[in-house]
T-cell receptor
Framework: SAVISQKPSRDICQRGTSLTIQCQVDSQVTMMFWYRQQPGQSLTLIATANQGSEATYESGFVIDKFPISRPNLTFSTLTVSNMSPEDSSIYLC????????FGPGTRLTVL | AQSVTQLGSHVSVSEGALVLLRCNYSSSVPPYLFWYVQYPNQGLQLLLKYTSAATLVKGINGFEAEFKKSETSFHLTKPSAHMSDAAEYFCAVTGYNNNDMRFGAGTRLTVKP
């Protein structure tokens, strides 16, 4: 299994600012993913962040808006840049070992 | 690429009644299929998964799902709904050799007393 923690758990930010979300895993994992869950909606994959390679972004998501770091096998960050109210969502970190595990999420509100 | 479609964004049942949440998949390779539950203001919890072993999969909280290749379906059922089952349910899929998990739109289950 894998236990995932995220920081911050929630934040309220002003339009135009940036927020960096941290994801820490209690074991070394190769495959890490970032998802977004907009209010009342399902989870959408933002990008895959495997250690040792550049993050791979899904259609509709770009590196300038959502830069990702993956410095080692237990940690990753997702930055939401130049935020607008449309970025208000829950952002979830996820890892794949024998199963897929999800972090508790970061609830972001942009005013 | 694989995907899942959940039929019905909202299902309402009476307490004690059968729960049926529908999920159909589209995949060019044998899929792995999952059902997750999300309670209000909580994270995702895995209910059950199909990984090409038994086609009838039993999960937690009395839920089960049956993989039907002929119907490309993986519907979630529970014989008798409980008030505590009220939540959002997500069907998800990964390919046999793909890494990323794709989610359906979700079905909100309401249980009436």
């Amino acid at each position: 299994s894998a236990v995932i923690s995220q920081k911050p758990s929630r934040d309220i930010c002003q339009r135009g600012t940036s927020l960096t979300i941290q994801c820490q895993v209690d074991s070394q994992v190769t495959m890490m993913f970032w998802y977004r869950q907009q209010p009342g909606q399902s989870l959408t994959l933002i990008a895959t962040a495997n250690q040792g390679s550049e993050a791979t972004y899904e259609s509709g998501f770009v590196i300038d808006k959502f830069p990702i770091s993956r410095p080692n096998l237990t940690f990753s960050t997702l930055t939401v840049s130049n935020m607008s109210p449309e970025d208000s969502s829950i952002y979830l970190c996820s890892v794949r070992t024998a199963e897929q595990f999800f972090g508790p999420g970061t609830r972001l509100t942009v005013l | 690429a694989q995907s899942v479609t959940q039929l019905g964004s909202h299902v309402s049942v009476s307490e004690g009644a059968l729960v049926l949440l529908r999920c159909n998949y589209s995949s060019s390779v044998p899929p792995y299929l999952f059902w997750y539950v999300q309670y209000p203001n909580q994270g995702l919890q895995l209910l059950l998964k199909y990984t090409s072993a038994a086609t009838l999969v039993k999960g937690i909280n009395g839920f089960e799902a049956e993989f039907k290749k002929s119907e490309t379906s993986f519907h979630l059922t529970k014989p008798s709904a409980h008030m505590s089952d009220a939540a959002e349910y997500f069907c998800a899929v990964t390919g046999y050799n793909n890494n990323d998990m794709r989610f359906g739109a979700g079905t909100r289950l309401t249980v009436k007393p």
